[in-house]
């Protein structure tokens, strides 16, 4: 499936969740990210991120599609990184 994720948590742990997120999708936009992702390791990405999270001040908010070609993308002004194809 592909996803698009962000993250609200506090400034202690923006790191934290920043590098967690990076492991498992491509970071385009400061808390935001995106990608292909099976239904396990979004299962194990969330898990994970339940240990980090406070849930009465922090939040993850996950949008599901089947596939990318579902979504149109549109980016004014500049990219923050490529989210392309990457060896």
């Not at 980090?52 to 500049?78: A, H, P, Q």
């Amino acid at each position: 499936m592909y996803i698009i994720l962000m993250y609200d948590v506090n400034e202690k742990r923006t790191g934290k969740m920043l590098r967690l997120c990076r492991k498992y999708l491509s970071w385009i936009q400061n808390s935001v990210f995106e990608g292909e992702i099976s239904d396990v390791k979004l299962k194990e990405l969330k898990n994970m991120a339940a240990m980090i999270m406070d849930y009465e001040t922090d939040s993850l908010i996950i949008f599901k599609t089947r596939n990318e070609k579902w979504l149109e993308k549109e980016i004014v002004g500049m990219e923050r990184a490529e989210t392309g194809n990457f060896l």
